[in-house]
């Protein structure tokens, strides 16, 4: 064997049941299986075939390896990720993806895996891997600032917080000047998805029980985070690059194109940077009452707006009420667009019609719409780290997050209407449209990314070089 297949490596990943989370692991697995090495694409059948099309060339590189999700009580039947599911049943997914532990510690032991990149969900693989003699990546598609906040493993497993109002303070181990924290509604809401292990408990156990952090961001946007989370962890911290998607990456099919088609189509009758795109995600709900006070302030904004209204199942098999006030796209019919159903949200933000972005502040949306210098009216999904996410946009001076009540977190229509205005087309927001707009240079730089991905890869390469030389 020559000596540069001796350096090729099999790389199994394994990312938690959620879009925002398979689609960057998905992204990092490909670059690597661009550099030669074999990839194995850990997931349930219903989540691999949700994958966009591998390219041909990548094709002898990658094996997608389907893992039968196990049936628990209380976890409708078919489901196999967050989008499908109320928040309050999520625990139960939880409790599903902890049974896989056994077919994948299965195929690890029967196969040649040199690293398993790992999510934050599966606590208890590092350790199994470690066993098998398989090396462990935490890869984080939070950005370094969310993973700086949550702490060391040890303030994570043993910690100090232990209320929900802990969080809603800025920890002392941040030696920055940093406004990110949580509302107390957002610790609370989150707690709805989490089971006996916490989140927290499967951060910390995979943090310390892995070689090394690789983190969805890059030290160009967030320079303090990064040396302090080295600092942190004790461990070599890496960024992959912010991982920005193309508008190709998003046209799957001769559907999608028709229904891209339709959007073009009204927004090519709008004046350049002057519609507000409106989307708050798969996972983000909110009452019928907020779903309401959301519309009427997009209406007092008097502004154009393309809404995306998903509809998420409030219990098995159930949809929820009217999101939708009655008479409201009626009376908005002249300037807004109100879509129910998947939208090509790339295209949409890539449109010069489009200024400015309200969002449930996901890192992945943020990082689509900064790619677009699009400004971003910030409105956290109150799940994950949106409310971090949100905060720090804020600071960053991209965008304006929305008021709400911190207990419980309530706003008024006033308050949106106000948001975009300002954010839009108001002579104050004038600084947050040119700072959003000269992100680009950061958040859309592929060459900067793929050297991160490059240095990750190189990383993980002559590592496994060393301990074969041992």
């Known amino acids: ?172 181990w941040i030696d920055f000047p940093s406004n990110v924290a949580f509302k107390l509604h957002e610790v609370v809401s989150h707690q709805e998805c989490m089971e006996s292990t916490s989140d927290y408990q499967r951060f910390g156990v995979v943090i310390r029980d892995c070689r090394v952090v690789t983190v969805r961001s890059c030290p160009d946007f967030e320079p303090e985070a990064f040396s302090l989370l080295s600092r942190l962890l004790q461990k070599p911290v890496l960024p992959v690059g912010l991982l920005p998607p193309t508008v190709q990456d998003t046209a799957s099919s001769s559907d999608d194109d028709e229904k891209w088609q339709l959007f073009k189509n009204w927004l090519d009758d709008k004046k350049e940077k002057s519609v507000v795109y409106v989307a708050l995600g798969t996972e983000a709900t909110l009452s019928q009452e907020l779903m309401h006070e959301l519309a009427y302030g997009l209406e007092k904004s008097g502004l154009s707006f393309i809404w995306v209204v998903k509809d998420r199942p ?33 295209r949409i933000l890539a449109h010069p019609s489009v200024g400015g972005f309200l969002t449930h502040s996901g890192w992945s949306s943020v990082i689509e719409a900064l790619g677009l210098g699009r400004v971003l009216i910030l409105f956290s999904g109150a799940n994950s780290d949106t409310g971090l996410v949100a905060r720090l946009m804020h600071s960053k001076r991209v965008g304006v997050e929305i008021e709400r009540n911190e207990q419980d977190g309530s706003f008024t229509s006033e308050s949106v209407a106000e948001s975009i205005r300002r954010v839009m087309v108001d002579p104050e927001g004038e600084t947050l449209r040119a700072n959003a707009w000269a992100m680009r240079d950061i958040f859309s730089n592929r060459d900067l990314h793929n050297k991160y991905l490059n240095e990750f890869t190189r990383f993980i390469e002559n590592d496994t070089a060393s301990t074969r030389s041992l």
């Open 314 to 346: 409030l219990v098995e098999r159930e949809m929820g009420p009217c999101l939708i006030p009655t008479g409201f796209q009626d009376r908005v019919s002249d300037r807004g667009l109100v879509w129910q159903s998947w939208a090509p949200q790339q």
């Open 1 to 172: 064997m020559d000596n540069n297949k001796e350096k090729l490596l099999h790389i199994a990943m394994f990312p938690w049941l959620a879009y925002g989370h398979i689609m960057p692991f998905f992204e990092v697995a490909k670059f690597i299986a661009q550099k030669g090495h074999h990839i194995s694409y850990i997931s349930t059948p219903k989540n691999i075939s949700r994958l966009p099309q591998l390219p041909t060339s990548l094709s002898p590189n990658f094996s997608f390896v389907e893992l039968a999700l196990p049936h628990v009580e209380g976890l409708p039947l078919e489901v196999e990720s967050t989008a499908e599911l109320p928040i309050p049943k999520i625990p139960y997914l939880k409790k599903a993806y902890d049974l896989l532990q056994l077919p994948l510690t299965h195929f690890l032991r029967n196969s040649d895996v040199n690293w398993v990149i790992v999510d934050f969900a599966a606590h208890w693989l590092p350790s199994a891997a470690s066993q098998l003699g398989v090396n462990s990546v935490f890869f984080s598609i939070f950005n370094a600032t969310s993973i700086s906040f949550v702490g060391p493993p040890s303030e994570l497993l043993n910690g100090r917080r232990q209320k929900p109002e802990d969080f809603t303070v800025v920890p002392d």
